[in-house]
């Protein structure tokens, strides 16, 4: 057997093929950024589960607005006392017996001219009544310009639903004493909230500053300085407003003649502090005592009250308070609009300071985000 010339081959093993790596690319995430973006979400939470929970206690939103509001007024007479070192509780008590006082004393001079007006009102009401019939009677069946004028069917409807508006919301004694039970608890509560908030308004602004990221909390100082400052300039311009139309409209009281024109005057400047509508809610009161001196003098107290109110509320009030919060006028009368719109007379409280602090974050982050003034 001849050996084979040709050389048998080999069999070399198959090698398996090495896998290729795939390489993915990532981003890493910097722990430090990491962690400001979870205290941006944790504080932006907490704000979500504070609006839920003011909705919720909207039917208090009042008490707790009015009260907030007297904590922070209160604040730099605290401020003075604790200095002195008075205690803050007790400092805190002190101003609110000087609060419960003046209002007691405000209403022991008030309620005397309304029980004695209201008496007067009273004895004068068949004379008024039938002064008022006998003008209606007068112009029943006048021509003016051709258009013959019948009151009487107008007459009975407003009779017959200001009957039934009379029956309706005085007749029930039960619900009056509801409303003025409603009316206590919410005074109460208000004082409450007041009390709470001026204790502890250091500890609120700590727990604030802390939901704030580390590297913002400066920001946080700068605008918190700010907001208070305007919220200070927003409430002294309320203030002068309400003592302006309260000194014009006791000054006008007394040139008519009207008694008690002091007292008056008093109540006008308080209702003023209601925003827009405060100095027509303080005209009630003068337009009731000028009636029972007679419907004339009446008409010319809604009529000076009228001119001082429009006067006062359409140019002094903007110019006043835009200058405080640092707004143009018609930004403030649009921000009362609005706020009326969204919340009544509460809104209306709370409009410009929240309008105001959206111009101080504006102002704040924008030069920021862009690198140039606002």
Known sequence: MRSSSHSKEVARPIEPEEPTAVVVA???????R???????GFGLAALVVSIVVLYLLRDFLGALVLGAAIAFLIQPGIARL???????????AMIFVVIIAALAGLVLLVVPLVVNEVGSLQSQAPGLAALAQERVSSL????????KIDLQGATESITSHLKEYLLGQFGNAVGIGLTALTTLL??????????LLALDAAAIKRVLRRLVPNDYRTDFDQIWRRIRKMLYAYMRGQLIIAGLIGILSGIACGVLGLPDA??????????????YL?????????ILVGLAAGPLTALLVAGVYFLISNVILNFVYPKVVGDAVRLPPILVIVAFIAGFSWAGILGMFVAVPLAATLRILFDHIYPRLYEKPA
């Open 186 to 195: 919410q005074l109460l509560l208000t004082f409450i909230v007041a009390f």
């Open 26 to 32: 990532t981003l890493p995430i910097d722990p430090k």
């Open 34 to 40: 990491r962690r400001r973006y979870l205290q941006i």
């Open 82 to 92: 604790v200095a002195l070192g008075v205690p803050r509780v007790v400092a805190i």
């Open 278 to 286: 405060g100095p027509f809610i303080g005209a009630i009161p003068a």
């Open 262 to 275: 002091i007292a008056l005057g008093l109540v006008a400047g308080i209702t003023a502090l209601i925003p």
């Open 140 to 147: 029943q069946g006048a021509d003016i310009f051709g258009i």
